[in-house]
């Protein structure tokens, strides 16, 4: 039993752990980089804004180098936090994936089921149904930061492992709703080349610089197969290895996932999240009325962000826990939850990134998708505080 005990402390620190325990520093600078885009798109710097996003570097104007490139990079760290929690971390055991785990169903189910209900009549829109189930996890956890002790450390842990499901969700529906025209020819050099990545996996190939120099040559070829190319960063991350160092079993620090995973963590926090939010959010505000507010594709994003996202986490983790199937976080209330599954409600970067798929090349129908998210998100995030600023302190005691 010593030895069990002193295994796990051998254990790295999870750096989503650290994250929280950081503040969620990434999460206050991605709200800092969408206000200031909304700020410059609504003054005479406008112009300039578009145009820098507009110029061409290459083969790819800055905007698509941002959300085909450095994206990647992203979703590179969300592949690597979503193999890492389910295979030594929160997502590692059924006790500790329940909770989260049917939270995050119901709230990709829900918010989607109200997408459809309002643009139910219109196939243009409709293809924005996934818009509004996604979670943005740096939002959340920077709103809770601003919380301090007020929210028991259970409920954030729990907030996170929802949100890396979600985003393993969103990922599955990226690859099978938004994949545009394939071609044969680079789908098979892909996937050659993801092979190669998983042979040097078996091979114990000990250095990360190999994985990365392979990554980069799958990142073109899924770009070009006509899949968005950010997948390319999750097929990464799942063949990048998960080992102890030779000679010691139970140390996992120096495993090429987290020696990987440490390196790109403060780089997407503080640069690729917060560049995409600047490029992204820049919504021009004029002219909008009642009726652009009112359109079935605007409250269908904002609805489900706010209603579906509360309406489905919320009830989803209430029927788990009456089932016995799981049991509330440790110290949290009713309260503390239903608070929480309002912030899920904040669906700023992943569903950004989703809406810019779906309505690729239709940009009146992207400027009513981003007011629609940059509203619903908005609500959710103040009223998720509210709630748990007025919620009573942590019990000492679970409520089941």
């Known amino acids: 039993m010593v030895d069990r005990l002193g295994a796990m402390a051998r254990r790295p620190v999870s750096l989503l752990r650290g994250f929280l325990e950081s503040g969620a520093a990434g999460g206050l600078l991605l709200m800092g980089a969408a206000a200031l885009a909304l700020i410059i798109a609504n003054s005479p710097l406008a112009a300039t804004y578009r145009g820098v996003l507009g110029t061409y570097l290459g083969p790819m104007n800055v905007a698509h180098w941002i959300n085909d490139g ?34 995050a169903a119901g709230g990709m189910l829900v918010p989607a089921l109200i997408f459809v209900g309002f643009n139910a009549g219109s196939a243009d829109t409709l293809r924005g149904w996934a818009i509004p189930t996604a979670t943005d996890i740096a939002f959340a956890l920077g709103v809770l930061s601003l919380l301090g002790p007020r929210v028991p450390a259970a409920l954030k842990v729990f907030l996170a492992a929802l949100a890396i499901l979600d985003d393993l969700g969103a990922v599955v529906v990226i690859a099978l709703f938004y994949t545009g025209e394939i071609s044969l020819t680079y789908l098979v050099l892909a996937a050659g080349t993801f092979g190669v990545i998983i042979v040097m996996n078996r091979l114990r190939v000990p250095a990360l610089w190999p994985f990365l120099l392979v990554g980069l040559v799958l990142w073109f070829f899924v770009l070009r197969s006509g899949v968005h190319a950010t997948i390319a960063g999750v097929l990464l991350a799942l063949a990048i290895p998960l080992r102890p160092a030779p000679g010691r079993p139970d140390d996992l620090s ?10 790109l963590h403060r780089p997407v926090a503080f640069l690729v999240v917060p560049v995409f939010g600047f490029a992204n959010a820049g919504v021009s505000l004029a002219g909008i009325g009642w009726q652009a507010l009112s359109e079935p594709l605007t409250l269908g994003v904002a609805v489900g962000l706010l209603v579906g996202k509360l309406a489905g986490v919320l009830g989803a983790a209430a029927i788990a826990i009456r089932l016995g199937l799981a049991v509330l976080p440790f110290r949290a ?41 940059l509203g619903g998100s908005l609500l959710a995030g103040l009223l998720g505080y509210a709630v748990l600023r007025l919620a009573p302190p942590p019990t000492e005691v679970r409520r089941d």
């Open 254 to 263: 120096q495993s090429l996932l987290h020696q990987l995973e440490h390196a």
């Open 70 to 103: 450095l994206m990647a990079v992203f979703f590179l760290l969300v592949g690597l936090e979503i193999k890492r929690e389910v295979l030594d971390g929160q997502l590692a055991s059924w006790s500790n994936r329940a909770l989260p785990g049917f939270a």
């Open 333 to 373: 209330t009713w309260t503390h939850l239903f608070g929480v599954a309002l912030l899920c409600g904040i669906g700023f970067t992943m569903s950004l990134f989703i809406g810019l798929l779906a309505f690729e090349g239709a940009p009146d129908l992207q400027e009513r998708m981003k007011i629609g998210i």
